[in-house]
């Protein structure tokens, strides 16, 4: 009996290892907590500072402050007998005293826009250098063991934003998390294309596993942001440490962390190299492209608004949803829809997307005018990266070897470059320029560079070394011409 229900078990298990949906589920999971992390922290940085500064004020001051109260409390007593407009007064003071307290918090945190921005770039910036070094690990090793790592960096990221009581503690765990990131997103991908070969069946987890980063950036503010009203900062962040940590030990079981080491004789392809792969990096400079726009809009669209239409707060939040909402379901309606052949024509019909946002945006008359243009952006930016994954795949696959590590990280750096540079354009040219100039100059640039996704229709296949050679002779083979 008992060796039955064992082997009954270990039956399952082994079907729970074998389940391709598993690795999916498991990839979704991770990418969606990590980006509900990234984003549940900005709104709670700003309550943050403040708190912290409010705690930091002047001992002297607080012992005056009371000294004060304690002289109103005695005068209270000798006050002549109950007046309705005393009762008046003391509510509009209260009121007032309310007012003057926002406005000092809003003087503060203007001061401190730096430390804000400082957080959430520190993310993808490490990112961006991780990645130089996750992709040629993945393929030397395989995706289980790096994968894990990323989710374990995720796990205590997510601890030390719950516990940490100093903004230095939190810097640093953002810039931890960029590490983790790079580990889990480059891992999850690179695993993905492994278990699926077919082009069709790469597209729809491609489009599964993006529509998940859309839902944790659509879900991570409002999450922050209520979570930290009525739980606390440390509930809103251990919450999804548990839940990222429960992942891993799901992970453990699914792929038992191996290592897979290649022999000599199969040489990895260096991460160089494929940056030296001119369809890889057209491929890989329209995703940096498209994220400049978000990254842009991101940084700029808030304090636009305001000037513009003189939006209160409260709006300034919704001004992102569509754009979250596009990029999600374009990315989970796409994984569904088979692209075979025309990849490179969707991402091309995308790119003019994002040009045509870009474009209307400034001519908007009034908040609810910008949805469509943010709507847009979102939709064209799920058009892009859903068809460039798969591509990217294909490039490994026909032109080196089929270790996909390094072309996701390269894939991972171009999205972190976009959010690092669209911000970066923004801040300095709006010294020079408007809001609006800033945009139509990526109009110019998005409307230019669309062209050239053509080449990804036929690329050439082979290996480059031999592509050259062949160009050098003066002739190219049959075999590299055909599709």
Same mark, same amino acid.
């Given at each position: 009996?008992?060796?039955?229900?064992?082997?009954?078990?270990?039956?399952?298990?082994?079907?729970?290892?074998?389940?391709?949906?598993?690795?999916?589920?498991?990839?979704?999971?991770?990418?969606?907590?990590?980006?509900?992390?990234?984003?549940?922290?900005?709104?709670?940085?700003?309550?943050?500072?403040?708190?912290?500064?409010?705690?930091?004020?002047?001992?002297?001051?607080?012992?005056?402050?009371?000294?004060?109260?304690?002289?109103?409390?005695?005068?209270?007593?000798?006050?002549?007998?109950?007046?309705?407009?005393?009762?008046?007064?003391?509510?509009?003071?209260?009121?007032?005293?309310?007012?003057?307290?926002?406005?000092?918090?809003?003087?503060?945190?203007?001061?401190?826009?730096?430390?804000?921005?400082?957080?959430?770039?520190?993310?993808?910036?490490?990112?961006?250098?991780?990645?130089?070094?996750?992709?040629?690990?993945?393929?030397?090793?395989?995706?289980?063991?790096?994968?894990?790592?990323?989710?374990?960096?995720?796990?205590?990221?997510?601890?030390?934003?719950?516990?940490?009581?100093?903004?230095? =503690?939190?810097?640093? *765990?953002?810039?931890?998390? &960029? @590490? %983790? /990131?790079?580990?889990?997103?480059?891992? $999850?991908?690179? +695993?993905?294309?492994?278990?699926?070969?077919?082009?069709?069946?790469?597209?729809? =987890?491609?489009?599964? *596993?993006?529509?998940?980063? &859309? @839902? %944790? /950036?659509?879900?991570?503010?409002?999450? $922050?942001?209520? +979570?930290?009203?009525?739980?606390?900062?440390?509930?809103?962040?251990?919450?999804?440490?548990?839940?990222?940590?429960?992942?891993?030990?799901?992970?453990?079981?699914?792929?038992?962390?191996?290592?897979?080491?290649?022999?000599?004789?199969?040489?990895?392809?260096?991460?160089?190299?494929?940056?030296?792969?001119?369809?890889?990096?057209?491929?890989?400079?329209?995703?940096?492209?498209?994220?400049?726009?978000?990254?842009?809009?991101?940084?700029?669209?808030?304090?636009?608004?305001?000037?513009?239409?003189?939006?209160?707060?409260?709006?300034?939040?919704?001004?992102?949803?569509?754009?979250?909402?596009?990029?999600?379901?374009?990315?989970?309606?796409?994984?569904?829809?088979?692209?075979?052949?025309?990849?490179?024509?969707?991402?091309?019909?995308?790119?003019?997307?994002?040009?045509?946002?870009?474009?209307?945006?400034?001519?908007?008359?009034?908040?609810?005018?910008?949805?469509?243009?943010?709507?847009?952006?979102?939709?064209?930016?799920?058009?892009?990266?859903?068809?460039?994954?798969?591509?990217?795949?294909?490039?490994?696959?026909?032109?080196?070897?089929?270790?996909?590590?390094?072309?996701?990280?390269?894939?991972?750096?171009?999205?972190?470059?976009?959010?690092?540079?669209?911000?970066?354009?923004?801040?300095?040219?709006?010294?020079?320029?408007?809001?609006?100039?800033?945009?139509?100059?990526?109009?110019?640039?998005?409307?230019?560079?669309?062209?050239?996704?053509?080449?990804?229709?036929?690329?050439?296949?082979?290996?480059?070394?031999?592509?050259?050679?062949?160009?050098?002779?003066?002739?190219?083979?049959?075999?590299?011409?055909?599709?």
């Amino acid at each position: 009996m008992v060796v039955n229900e064992y082997n009954l078990t270990m039956s399952v298990l082994e079907r729970f290892r074998n389940s391709k949906t598993t690795s999916v589920a498991i990839v979704s999971s991770i990418l969606l907590i990590d980006y509900l992390l990234l984003f549940a922290i900005v709104p709670v940085i700003p309550a943050f500072l403040w708190k912290h500064h409010q705690k930091s004020l002047n001992l002297s001051a607080e012992i005056n402050c009371n000294k004060s109260k304690i002289d109103q409390s005695i005068s209270a007593i000798t006050i002549t007998p109950f007046n309705h407009n005393n009762t008046i007064e003391d509510n509009g003071s209260k009121n007032l005293s309310k007012q003057s307290s926002q406005n000092m918090e809003n003087a503060y945190l203007k001061t401190q826009s730096v430390k804000i921005a400082a957080i959430i770039a520190a993310k993808p910036a490490v990112q961006v250098i991780a990645n130089l070094l996750v992709g040629p690990l993945i393929d030397r090793i395989g995706y289980s063991v790096p994968m894990f790592c990323g989710v374990i960096v995720i796990c205590t990221t997510a601890t030390t934003f719950g516990l940490g009581q100093s903004y230095a =503690v939190l810097l640093v *765990s953002a810039a931890i998390q &960029g @590490i %983790g /990131s790079a580990f889990a997103m480059a891992g $999850g991908i690179a +695993m993905l294309m492994r278990k699926y070969t077919e082009d069709e069946e790469r597209g729809k =987890v491609i489009g599964l *596993s993006l529509g998940a980063i &859309g @839902i %944790g /950036s659509i879900a991570g503010p409002p999450y $922050g942001s209520v +979570m930290n009203a009525f739980a606390g900062k440390a509930t809103t962040f251990l919450l999804l440490g548990g839940i990222i940590a429960a992942i891993g030990i799901f992970q453990v079981f699914y792929s038992r962390l191996k290592i897979e080491r290649k022999s000599e004789s199969e040489k990895v392809t260096s991460l160089w190299k494929l940056l030296a792969d001119p369809y890889i990096i057209l491929a890989a400079t329209s995703l940096m492209l498209v994220n400049i726009g978000f990254g842009i809009f991101n940084s700029g669209l808030p304090a636009w608004l305001i000037q513009r239409f003189n939006s209160p707060k409260w709006m300034l939040s919704l001004a992102f949803i569509p754009v979250c909402i596009g990029y999600a379901v374009t990315t989970n309606v796409l994984s569904f829809i088979p692209m075979r052949n025309m990849r490179w024509l969707v991402a091309l019909v995308g790119t003019y997307m994002s040009v045509a946002a870009c474009l209307s945006l400034p001519f908007s008359t009034s908040f609810a005018a910008t949805i469509g243009p943010t709507l847009i952006l979102g939709i064209g930016c799920g058009l892009i990266e859903v068809n460039i994954y798969p591509i990217l795949a294909i490039l490994v696959d026909t032109r080196h070897k089929s270790d996909y590590g390094s072309v996701y990280a390269i894939a991972d750096i171009s999205i972190c470059l976009g959010f690092i540079i669209g911000p970066l354009l923004t801040g300095s040219l709006l010294q020079l320029i408007s809001f609006s100039w800033v945009l139509w100059m990526l109009t110019i640039v998005l409307f230019l560079y669309a062209p050239f996704l053509v080449f990804l229709k036929k690329p050439i296949q082979g290996k480059p070394d031999q592509e050259t050679e062949s160009l050098l002779n003066g002739s190219v083979s049959a075999k590299n011409v055909e599709e």
